[in-house]
């Protein structure tokens, strides 16, 4: 049977685990909760960078993206983030939902699943 990693453990959940050749990562949510939504998506795409290289990855290997934002109205914001970031020539499947996101100041929440290189 294949080990499962798992990065970042806490109680309730991981920032990633790692199975059979594929990264999942949890929703990863800014830090910086001061920032507009193209400032909070420009650091939750970074924190995605981070935990799919620790997995062996990055984002030209995304099998799936979902976006979750607080406001539908940002989306444009969200999106200016998004291009200037996402493989020009690899661009994975993507859902973007508004949602009502765990923390009021959250604007966004992004989760991604990726293949191991």
Known sequence: ???IKRVNVEARYSDMAVYNGVA???G????DLDKDMYGQTQEVLEMVDQLLAIAGSDKDRIL???LFIADIND????NRAWDEWVSKTNAPPRATVEAKLANPK???EIVVT???K
Request: no cysteine; proline share 4%.
């Open 64 to 66: 799936m993206a979902q």
């Open 28 to 31: 990863q949510v800014p830090n």
């Open 75 to 78: 989306i444009s914001e969200m």
């Open 24 to 26: 999942y990562l949890a």
């Open 114 to 116: 990726a293949a191991l």
């Open 1 to 3: 049977m294949k080990e």
């Open 106 to 108: 959250y604007k966004v």
